[in-house]
T-cell receptor, first 117, second 110 residues
């Protein structure tokens, strides 16, 4: 159990276009999901916390108007990179929180490789 | 949440135990030690976590020192598929965010 999927697994787009990445919790409901970005040879950087039915919470330095997050259901969060530029090329990873007793466990998707040309 | 310190890289022979250390000298009493790993170009995978006591599951064992200032993740019989970056993260139970360091890049050699 506790499977998280992402779609697409990789995408190539032209500079100036928008790209949507989906994150789904397949066998559990997740009121909270997270979006991370990872550049080559670097660690994961938290971009934002996606909350079902409410606005996402963005980390400092992350442009909310550029990285649009929608968490419209308990199993789906989407990240849209608007007006993408080559510097947005990165590995985007989502995770979903699942209740585990008194605390929560975080399960990760396989990641989406975005290349902006 | 407390910060952690891990060696940047380690090597291990296939079939041998891999012992990955982590220092977390500023850990608080309510903070857990979590271990994740990330195989190249994949999402992170949860391995194990603990508070005070040593823990073991089908993947690994976690040994936490009595003062809780450091821990060791043990992969008892490392395989080539265990080659990955291993992250040690400390967080409190009610904090939902994970703060990632650079981890330890483990290379399991044939």
């Amino acid at each position: 159990g506790a499977v998280v999927s992402q779609h697409p697994s990789w995408v190539i787009c032209k500079s100036g276009t928008s790209v949507k990445i989906e994150c789904r919790s397949l066998d559990f409901q997740a009121t909270t999901m997270f979006w991370y970005r990872q550049f080559p040879k670097q660690s994961l950087m938290l971009m934002a916390t996606s909350n079902e039915g409410s606005k996402a919470t963005y980390e400092q330095g992350v442009e909310k108007d550029k990285f649009l997050i929608n968490h419209a259901s308990l199993t789906l969060s989407t990240l849209t990179v608007t007006s993408a530029h080559p510097e947005d090329s990165s590995f985007y990873i989502c995770s979903a929180l699942r209740a585990a007793g008194p605390s929560y466990e975080q399960y990760f998707g396989p990641g989406t490789r975005l290349t902006v040309t | 949440d407390a910060k952690t310190t891990q060696p940047p890289s380690m090597d291990c022979a296939e079939g041998r135990a891999a012992n990955l250390p982590c220092n977390h000298s500023t850990i608080s009493g309510n903070e857990y030690v979590y271990w994740y790993r990330q195989i190249h170009s994949q999402g992170p995978q949860y391995i194990i976590h603990g508070l005070k006591n040593n823990e073991t599951n089908e993947m690994a064992s976690l040994i936490i020192t009595e003062d809780r200032k450091s821990s060791t993740l043990i992969l008892p019989h490392a395989t080539l598929r265990d080659t990955a970056v291993y992250y040690c993260i400390v967080k409190s139970g009610n904090n939902r965010k994970l703060i990632w360091g650079l981890g330890t890049s483990l290379a399991v050699n044939p």
